[in-house]
């Protein structure tokens, strides 16, 4: 029972993953990080077809193997990170606190993505 709920919370990892590859401002690599780490558990079919997947294969096996992000997903996500944080200013004009807040939270998760190794596929 633990092992299909495993399956079924990766494949709601990997639909997230296709939403994602498709929305601009939604994550793709994450959900199919944690798809891969769930298919671990339940499915090694599914595990091995995410890792030799040709698009998101070698990102996925760069993260396992050194905790590595690539260069241009690290601008990316960064860039995402900003464009939200201006977007959240302009169409929720929070009180400065909270503005200080986000920004705060944003930061750390950009500096998080920044301190990651560098692939190199």
């Known amino acids: 029972m633990i092992r299909l709920g495993w399956l079924v919370l990766g494949c709601m990892f990997v639909a997230l993953g296709v939403i994602g590859a498709m929305l601009p401002l939604m994550p793709t690599t994450v959900f199919l990080i ?29 993260w396992r ?41 944003m930061a750390g998760c950009a500096a998080f993505i920044l301190s990651r190794p560098t692939a190199r596929y």
Not at 67 to 91: E, H, N, S
């Open 34 to 62: 944690l798809a891969a780490a769930c298919f671990a558990r339940s499915s090694p079919r599914l595990e091995a077809w995410l890792l030799d997947h040709p698009r998101f294969g070698p990102t996925l096996r760069a």
């Open 65 to 105: 193997r050194d905790g590595a992000i690539g260069r241009r997903a690290k601008a990316m996500a960064c860039g995402g990170i900003t464009l939200g944080y201006i977007l959240f200013l302009v169409t929720a004009s929070p009180r400065w606190p909270l503005a200080l807040l986000v920004a705060g939270i």
